[in-house]
């Protein structure tokens, strides 16, 4: 982590910065929406945006919005309970449960985390797993189930057999699905007993397996920030700046927000982001800049946390004028 003190990028509390806009979504108006209701209570609502998009399109970052919200594990089984055989009303108790069970370990590190945590944590996670079961079997043919087990395994530590046959399924439904790229490419990092070799091969197998322009090169750029992100100090600077990291971001670029397919569609801007960070680590001041031109300011809190947690517009900004931005 060198290279952030010598850019400077300390913790600040976040207040704002002329001209940058924080965005914690793709920009889906449905997202607020979606949140709003279930901060309210409100199941109909709910129930409504989840239906209105179906499964084909994704609607993994509208669950995530409802699992965001406190206190929907009170008022979702008793909908459970009303409605016994629907599928819907488990899938969102299944991902709340996942947020909830996140909620007791925290971000900390392993070692800073107590037993009663872990507990805790596992219990909302095995939860999650039986209420996510039990949504599948009700909708075979969901990917969101799948998903959702995706990222309870992670936590509970399943096999790499296991994390492999979940992320199998959900791709059986949703070939090009990203959340479920990016918990996979998660379960290969080395700080979750993976390795950088299968991190980065996973990733480029990913990314030049799909057709040009879709999102998956985000895949390569997010590899190259966690290998970083594990390296010693001089060894991350080493990395991240060498030849061969900016030829690779340069290459899946043109595969992807580069080439004529491209659309901007939801997640695109999380895509660049991604981009824009990863080029201005590696040195790119070209590739860096290009990203930073198509952001126009609105800063995806994801992967700036990594930079500055209380102000990702400060690493943002910091970032774009080393890039002449």
């Known amino acids: 982590m060198a290279l952030l003190r010598d850019l400077g990028l300390t913790l600040g509390k976040w207040a704002g910065r002329p001209g940058l806009t924080l965005q914690k979504d793709s920009g889906d108006p449905e997202v607020p929406r979606v949140r709003e209701a279930a901060e309210a209570a409100d199941w109909p ?6 239906e209105a998009r179906p499964e084909s399109e994704d609607r993994t970052e509208l669950l995530w919005a409802v699992a965001d ?3 929907v594990e009170r008022w979702i089984d008793p909908v459970i309970e009303a409605e016994p055989d629907a599928p819907l009303p488990r899938l969102v108790a299944g991902i709340r449960h996942i947020t909830w069970g996140w909620e007791a370990r925290t971000d900390a590190r392993a070692k800073d985390v107590s037993r009663e945590q872990f507990d805790v944590f596992h219990a909302r996670l095995r939860i999650a797993e039986s209420r ?16 959702g087990l995706q990222v309870t395994g992670r936590g509970l530590q399943v096999t790499k057999d296991t994390a492999r046959r979940r992320f ?12 479920a790229h990016q918990q996979q490419l998660q379960h290969l990092c080395a ?4 390795s950088h070799e299968e991190m980065h091969a996973f990733a480029r197998a990913s990314t030049f397996g799909a057709p040009g322009g879709n999102l998956l090169g985000q895949l390569v750029a997010y590899a190259h920030i966690e290998h970083w992100l594990d390296l010693d100090r001089g060894e991350d600077a080493a990395y991240i700046s060498g030849p061969q990291v900016a030829a690779s971001l340069n290459e899946a670029a043109d595969h992807t927000y580069r080439h004529p397919d491209f659309q901007r569609n939801r997640g695109w801007l999380p895509l660049v982001n991604t981009f824009a960070m990863a080029f201005s680590l590696a040195g790119d001041r070209a590739g860096a800049r290009e ?14 946390y990594y930079l500055n947690g209380d102000d990702p517009t400060e690493a943002y900004r910091k970032m774009r004028s080393l890039a002449g931005r």
């Open 291 to 304: 990203c930073f031109r198509a952001a126009e300011g609105r800063v995806t809190e994801a992967p700036w």
């Open 69 to 71: 919200a406190a206190g």
């Open 45 to 50: 609502t709910v129930r409504a945006i989840l």
């Open 191 to 194: 700080k979750w007993n993976g």
């Open 132 to 147: 996510l079961y039990e949504a599948a079997e009700r909708e075979p043919g969901w990917t969101s189930p799948w998903y």
């Open 168 to 179: 199998e399924a959900t791709l059986r439904r949703a070939p090009l699905h990203l959340g």
